[in-house]
């Protein structure tokens, strides 16, 4: 039973590393706009110029 | 770097097979590559494609140059109309550093970067372009759009590229930003969702895991490990519930704190009071030792709590959105180009446009002054009914209206339907309110709160005596499960989604209580010209000697400047359209004619009883049929018009299915000649009134509103603003003016009088949804809250019904009116309407 003293703060600890990484989804506008991304994948072009314009 | 917009200014120099050309028929019958406008005489060409305008061009030839051709493929002709290619220098303000700092969001030494709204985004192709902008200029980095926001955010590179130059660029591309002025920090820059985000994520985050530790208790933990462990669980579930409280939880205390101080309750409190007691009876709890505490509970309402609110809000988001940007008042305007007049709708305005404004006309969008005598009422505005005269040049507000000869202008800014929508909902227009669902519903919960929080203290004293472990679960579980919320949203859900789904069928609504008058109605009465018989049809004669070529001219001058229907047929009705001379003097009289002063010579037109008013003998009429319209030059008579009337198509349909139902009755200020044709249908000769006065029909209308009668008046808002403004709903008809009244309730596109009868239909039934709704959720608090004073639920369990109830309402209410709305399309096509 002893080894629940590891598994909790390892459990909570990757439960952390998500709600930090939510946060950070949040904060970096993911949620804003859950619409337009949808749209991307439609117009990638497939001009051979397009891998270095990616770039910027 | 050579700018951009500078390469465009030398562009016809550029040695580019860019020639001003007339093409052959069939390319004229189709629209601009670029954008779609139906080509008209003078078209723009290059590489076979045709355009409309200059601007269409050098956009279309900007991105052919740069690649970007395949902005073409997302859609046929998906672009903007861009209309003339605008100068940089006219930007070069932007660059000054005070209005720039306005602008942008972020600038150092480097890099700068700001958000536009750009209302005119409206496909996938626009999408790509405005994401493509780097490779249109260098300097440009990188560029973002969020569509739902119509909004684009632009980093660029400052030692390349000024943002007077990205403005620029924007609007050549069709796509002017709206600039907004205020001060960065008073714009709503992160939207109340994302903390609405973050608080459900931390909430979420404390409610798994929680329950991931307590969940073993449930199960018998202390027959494995002893009462040590649980302890540890408390202190680990205390820990993670902290940032819950202090958190997730804060607009609640907020809420809740803000209602104490001024002495009201308001739906937070009993929510704050019981997070209160739970939080403080579980860390007791956890503190001496004595047991787990609830915190798993606590945790996890405050999580479905938020799901519930975040729910409500997307719902409502998206209502006020179609509202706002995706809904234009059926309203026409007058478009002026070098080679014609066009009528186009409010949303294919675009900055630029020359537009002519008649007599009582309402100015759109912010514009400039061209030419002609404006005397601007912005009473619709401001409340001040007193005229204000503006020079050539001068700026003209969104809002006015003018008064008088009918005036040139050039809109400066985007229409903002918004803009317009807040003024229509001014508070001097506002009708005097009868008793309804919104102040029932106020009324309502404001006494919930106290009979709940009496309710919980009943429940909690009572176990206190009899069974001490039942206390805090039911008082908390009372406050909790306990939910006004459903009761709060159930008008305004259902009453917004039928609003919306009568705007898309060109039926706009001031705001959704009308919706409520609207199923209340008892009488509906019509006016004659302009709503059930349609302007434009029928036959119109001319009686009397001849009039000359120059007369003719000079009638046609005079009747542009009016927007009353008759007016409009008999501009139209002069053939070969002479050049209109300035007219002097301009007045019309409401209902009785108009009058002005052409190349000398002083016009009369309008009724008999008018010209005999000022002395001239107007001869017995000709004809027995029609709507007449006399005319006189120099004091003079002349002859009269004649305008035989068609009966809207499907007229006599709709009020014979209304007469079912209400009691319908006529008002024309045309004279009794029609008496007949409308005996018919309206059933009973006692009904129809002719000869009647603007003050006529609003005396009309008292009389019937005297005995407490609920009256609909149905009129084109121009005659008849008065009996409108008197009658309970004022629907204003609009064809094909731009008379947009204050004093109408309802604007309605002409071809759905022919479907009054069914949106009288819907509004009735959308106010069952909506006493349906309250009657699900009156239910539910009822049930709810005794079982809960029993101490038989869960405080957990409260927290996934409460807002779970407030969801099924919210669903009920919006799913059930989108259904009624779906059978509103179905009668249309079964009628063969043109309704999609």
């Given at each position: 039973m002893i080894v629940i003293f590891l598994l909790i703060p390892l459990s909570i600890g990757l439960a952390a590393v998500f709600l930090l990484g939510f946060i950070w989804a949040v904060r970096s506008g993911q949620y804003e706009d859950t619409c337009t991304p949808a749209l991307r994948p439609l117009m990638e072009d497939n001009h051979p110029k397009k891998k270095e314009k990616e770039k910027e | 770097m050579q700018s951009l917009t500078a390469a465009v200014a030398d562009y016809p120099d550029a040695g580019l097979d860019a020639t001003l050309q007339v093409p052959e028929a069939d390319v004229v019958e189709s629209g601009c590559f670029h954008c779609g406008t139906p080509l008209r005489g003078a078209v723009f060409s290059s590489r076979d494609k045709s355009f409309c305008c200059q601007g269409c061009l050098t956009v279309f030839e900007l991105l052919t140059e740069n690649g970007l051709a395949d902005f073409y493929?997302?859609?046929?002709?998906?672009?903007?109309?861009?209309?003339?290619?605008?100068?940089?220098e006219e930007f070069r303000y932007l660059d000054e550093p005070a209005l720039r700092r306005r602008l942008v969001d972020f600038a150092d030494e480097r890099v700068t970067r700001a958000t536009f709204r750009v209302p005119s985004v409206h496909c996938i192709a626009c999408v790509w372009l405005l994401e493509n902008l780097f490779r249109l200029k260098p300097g440009i980095g990188y560029s973002r759009v969020n569509f739902p926001r119509r909004e684009v955010f632009i980093t660029f590179d400052n030692s390349t590229v000024q943002l007077s130059q990205v403005v620029a660029l924007l609007t050549s591309l069709g796509y002017g930003p709206e600039l907004n002025w205020s001060d960065v920090e008073d714009r709503p820059r992160t939207p109340v969702s994302r903390r609405l985000w973050l608080q459900l994520g931390v909430a979420g985050f404390a409610f798994g895991n929680i329950m991931l530790l307590s969940i073993s208790s449930y199960f018998g933990l202390d027959a494995f490990s002893g009462p040590g462990l649980r302890k540890l669980f408390g202190w680990i579930s205390l820990a993670l519930v902290l940032p819950v409280l202090a958190y997730s939880a804060n607009d609640y205390w907020r809420a809740a704190w803000l209602a104490l101080r001024r002495r009201i309750l308001t739906v937070e409190v009993p929510i704050a009071v019981g997070i209160a007691a739970l939080a403080a009876w579980s860390a007791g709890e956890v503190l001496t030792g004595r047991g787990p505490g609830y915190f798993d509970s606590l945790a996890g309402l405050l999580f479905f709590l938020l799901c519930g609110k975040w729910f409500q809000q997307k719902t409502y988001d998206r209502l006020a959105f179609d509202r706002d940007y995706k809904s234009f008042f059926p309203l026409s305007i007058l478009r002026k180009s070098e080679q014609n007049e066009v009528r186009i709708s409010l949303s294919q305005l675009q900055v630029g446009d020359h537009l002519m404004i008649?007599?009582?006309?309402?100015?759109?969008?912010?514009?400039?002054?061209?030419?002609?005598?404006?005397?601007?009422?912005?009473?619709?505005v401001t409340g001040e009914s007193e005229l204000v005269a503006k020079a050539a040049g001068d700026h003209i507000y969104a809002g006015g209206r003018q008064i008088g000869g009918a005036i040139e202008v050039e809109t400066v800014k985007e229409v903002s339907q918004s803009y317009l929508t807040s003024l229509w909902n001014q508070e001097s227009l506002a009708k005097e309110k009868?008793?309804?669902?919104?102040?029932?519903?106020?009324?309502?919960?404001?006494?919930f709160t106290k009979v709940v929080l009496a309710v919980a203290v009943g429940a909690a004293l009572f176990w206190s005596w009899r069974d001490s472990t039942r206390c805090l679960v039911s008082f908390v579980s009372v406050l909790i499960v306990a939910c006004p919320c459903a009761l709060a949203l159930a008008a305004p859900f259902t009453l917004g989604t039928a609003q919306r789904i009568l705007a898309r069928r060109k039926v706009f609504l001031k705001n959704s209580s009308i919706l409520e008058t609207l199923a209340r109605v008892g009488t509906v009465v019509f006016d004659k010209t302009g709503t059930l018989t349609a302007s434009g049809a029928g036959a119109i004669v001319f009686w009397g000697e001849p009039l000359g070529e120059e007369e003719k001219g000079r009638l046609r001058s005079l009747a542009q400047h009016s927007t009353h229907p008759h007016a409009v047929r008999i501009a139209e009705s002069v053939e070969g359209e002479p050049p209109a001379q300035p007219v002097r003097s301009f007045c019309e009289t409401a209902g009785c004619g108009i009058e002005g002063i052409v190349a000398g010579q002083e016009l009369w037109i309008g009724s008999a009883a008018w010209l005999e008013s000022r002395k001239v003998t107007v001869p017995s009429p000709p004809t027995r049929s029609g709507s007449m319209v006399h005319v006189a030059i120099n004091g003079k008579y002349r002859g009269c018009y004649t305008l035989s009337n068609a009966l809207r198509p499907q007229a006599d349909q709709v009020l014979r299915k209304l007469s079912g139902k209400h009691d319908l009755a006529l008002l024309s200020g045309d004279n009794e000649k029609e008496r007949e044709r409308f005996h018919g249908l309206f059933g009973n000769s006692e009904h129809l009134h002719f000869n009647q006065s603007p003050l006529n029909k609003l005396q009309f209308i008292q009389q019937l509103q005297a005995p407490g009668k609920t009256v609909m008046m149905v009129g084109d808002g121009l005659n008849d603003a008065g009996a409108l403004r008197q009658s309970d709903v004022g629907v204003a008809v609009v064809e094909s003016i731009g008379a947009f009244s204050p004093a109408s309730d309802v604007i309605m596109s002409a071809n759905m009088v022919p479907r009054l009868d069914e949106v009288m239909r819907f509004a009735k039934s959308s106010v069952r949804v909506v006493r349906l709704s309250l009657l699900i959720s009156s239910i539910y608090n009822v049930v709810g809250i005794s079982i809960a004073a029993c101490g038989l639920l869960s405080p957990v369990v409260c927290a996934i019904l409460m807002p779970l109830s407030s969801v099924t309402v919210v669903a009920f209410a919006c799913g059930l009116t989108t259904r009624l709305g779906r059978r509103l399309d179905f009668e249309a096509v079964c009628k063969g309407g043109t309704e999609p």
């Amino acid at each position: 039973m002893i080894v629940i003293f590891l598994l909790i703060p390892l459990s909570i600890g990757l439960a952390a590393v998500f709600l930090l990484g939510f946060i950070w989804a949040v904060r970096s506008g993911q949620y804003e706009d859950t619409c337009t991304p949808a749209l991307r994948p439609l117009m990638e072009d497939n001009h051979p110029k397009k891998k270095e314009k990616e770039k910027e | 770097m050579q700018s951009l917009t500078a390469a465009v200014a030398d562009y016809p120099d550029a040695g580019l097979d860019a020639t001003l050309q007339v093409p052959e028929a069939d390319v004229v019958e189709s629209g601009c590559f670029h954008c779609g406008t139906p080509l008209r005489g003078a078209v723009f060409s290059s590489r076979d494609k045709s355009f409309c305008c200059q601007g269409c061009l050098t956009v279309f030839e900007l991105l052919t140059e740069n690649g970007l051709a395949d902005f073409y493929r997302f859609g046929k002709a998906a672009g903007v109309r861009a209309k003339t290619v605008p100068k940089e220098e006219e930007f070069r303000y932007l660059d000054e550093p005070a209005l720039r700092r306005r602008l942008v969001d972020f600038a150092d030494e480097r890099v700068t970067r700001a958000t536009f709204r750009v209302p005119s985004v409206h496909c996938i192709a626009c999408v790509w372009l405005l994401e493509n902008l780097f490779r249109l200029k260098p300097g440009i980095g990188y560029s973002r759009v969020n569509f739902p926001r119509r909004e684009v955010f632009i980093t660029f590179d400052n030692s390349t590229v000024q943002l007077s130059q990205v403005v620029a660029l924007l609007t050549s591309l069709g796509y002017g930003p709206e600039l907004n002025w205020s001060d960065v920090e008073d714009r709503p820059r992160t939207p109340v969702s994302r903390r609405l985000w973050l608080q459900l994520g931390v909430a979420g985050f404390a409610f798994g895991n929680i329950m991931l530790l307590s969940i073993s208790s449930y199960f018998g933990l202390d027959a494995f490990s002893g009462p040590g462990l649980r302890k540890l669980f408390g202190w680990i579930s205390l820990a993670l519930v902290l940032p819950v409280l202090a958190y997730s939880a804060n607009d609640y205390w907020r809420a809740a704190w803000l209602a104490l101080r001024r002495r009201i309750l308001t739906v937070e409190v009993p929510i704050a009071v019981g997070i209160a007691a739970l939080a403080a009876w579980s860390a007791g709890e956890v503190l001496t030792g004595r047991g787990p505490g609830y915190f798993d509970s606590l945790a996890g309402l405050l999580f479905f709590l938020l799901c519930g609110k975040w729910f409500q809000q997307k719902t409502y988001d998206r209502l006020a959105f179609d509202r706002d940007y995706k809904s234009f008042f059926p309203l026409s305007i007058l478009r002026k180009s070098e080679q014609n007049e066009v009528r186009i709708s409010l949303s294919q305005l675009q900055v630029g446009d020359h537009l002519m404004i008649r007599n009582g006309e309402l100015i759109p969008a912010d514009s400039r002054l061209i030419c002609g005598r404006a005397m601007i009422d912005y009473s619709f505005v401001t409340g001040e009914s007193e005229l204000v005269a503006k020079a050539a040049g001068d700026h003209i507000y969104a809002g006015g209206r003018q008064i008088g000869g009918a005036i040139e202008v050039e809109t400066v800014k985007e229409v903002s339907q918004s803009y317009l929508t807040s003024l229509w909902n001014q508070e001097s227009l506002a009708k005097e309110k009868k008793p309804s669902l919104d102040t029932l519903t106020n009324r309502y919960s404001r006494r919930f709160t106290k009979v709940v929080l009496a309710v919980a203290v009943g429940a909690a004293l009572f176990w206190s005596w009899r069974d001490s472990t039942r206390c805090l679960v039911s008082f908390v579980s009372v406050l909790i499960v306990a939910c006004p919320c459903a009761l709060a949203l159930a008008a305004p859900f259902t009453l917004g989604t039928a609003q919306r789904i009568l705007a898309r069928r060109k039926v706009f609504l001031k705001n959704s209580s009308i919706l409520e008058t609207l199923a209340r109605v008892g009488t509906v009465v019509f006016d004659k010209t302009g709503t059930l018989t349609a302007s434009g049809a029928g036959a119109i004669v001319f009686w009397g000697e001849p009039l000359g070529e120059e007369e003719k001219g000079r009638l046609r001058s005079l009747a542009q400047h009016s927007t009353h229907p008759h007016a409009v047929r008999i501009a139209e009705s002069v053939e070969g359209e002479p050049p209109a001379q300035p007219v002097r003097s301009f007045c019309e009289t409401a209902g009785c004619g108009i009058e002005g002063i052409v190349a000398g010579q002083e016009l009369w037109i309008g009724s008999a009883a008018w010209l005999e008013s000022r002395k001239v003998t107007v001869p017995s009429p000709p004809t027995r049929s029609g709507s007449m319209v006399h005319v006189a030059i120099n004091g003079k008579y002349r002859g009269c018009y004649t305008l035989s009337n068609a009966l809207r198509p499907q007229a006599d349909q709709v009020l014979r299915k209304l007469s079912g139902k209400h009691d319908l009755a006529l008002l024309s200020g045309d004279n009794e000649k029609e008496r007949e044709r409308f005996h018919g249908l309206f059933g009973n000769s006692e009904h129809l009134h002719f000869n009647q006065s603007p003050l006529n029909k609003l005396q009309f209308i008292q009389q019937l509103q005297a005995p407490g009668k609920t009256v609909m008046m149905v009129g084109d808002g121009l005659n008849d603003a008065g009996a409108l403004r008197q009658s309970d709903v004022g629907v204003a008809v609009v064809e094909s003016i731009g008379a947009f009244s204050p004093a109408s309730d309802v604007i309605m596109s002409a071809n759905m009088v022919p479907r009054l009868d069914e949106v009288m239909r819907f509004a009735k039934s959308s106010v069952r949804v909506v006493r349906l709704s309250l009657l699900i959720s009156s239910i539910y608090n009822v049930v709810g809250i005794s079982i809960a004073a029993c101490g038989l639920l869960s405080p957990v369990v409260c927290a996934i019904l409460m807002p779970l109830s407030s969801v099924t309402v919210v669903a009920f209410a919006c799913g059930l009116t989108t259904r009624l709305g779906r059978r509103l399309d179905f009668e249309a096509v079964c009628k063969g309407g043109t309704e999609p």
